[in-house]
């Protein structure tokens, strides 16, 4: 039997509740990826070019540190990786996340949530940061899902 991990990162706890749902769901433990400087509501403003979350989507090379390094990945199969939609993509913490640990072997299903944009091409941009696992699309979970229809994706899911 495969062994599930939500892991999710969330700036401002919209991605948050839907990883805690979609970890009922799954039948899934919950892994919080969080930055060693946390982000302000400053931080966060996509309108300032100044601000840090703009200043680190403009530098895709850019890779904010973690505030720990302790996620169990080896005992996990499948891995839902949940994170806000930032420009088009993922945050570049989530580059950090798979940057530090060995994802070889794994199937990665992706999962976002958005104010407006869809997933674009974050599968190609993550890809070369976690070598040798499956990485698969997945999908906007935005909205208030419930439970049950979270179990209806985890199921659709199943190769």
Do not use: H
Request: glycine share 6%.
């Amino acid at each position: 039997m495969s062994k599930t991990l939500v892991a999710y990162f969330s700036a401002s706890g919209t991605t948050e509740q839907t990883a805690k749902r979609l970890a009922e769901a799954a039948g899934a433990d919950l892994y919080e990826i969080k930055p060693a400087v946390p982000y302000t509501s400053a931080d966060l403003n996509w309108m300032d070019k100044k601000s840090r979350s703009s200043v680190e989507m403009n530098d895709r090379a850019f890779r904010p540190e973690l505030a720990d390094r302790d996620a169990d990945i080896a005992s996990y199969d499948r891995i839902f990786l949940g994170f806000p939609i930032w420009w088009y993509v993922a945050p570049t913490i989530i580059n950090t996340f798979l940057e530090n640990y060995d994802f070889a072997g794994k199937e990665i299903i992706l999962f976002a949530t958005s104010g407006g944009s869809g997933l674009g091409k974050t599968v190609q941009a993550l890809a070369p940061s976690c070598p040798g696992a499956e990485i698969r699309e997945g999908k906007l979970l935005n909205g208030n899902l419930s439970v049950n229809e979270l179990k209806k994706w985890v199921e659709s899911l199943k190769k």
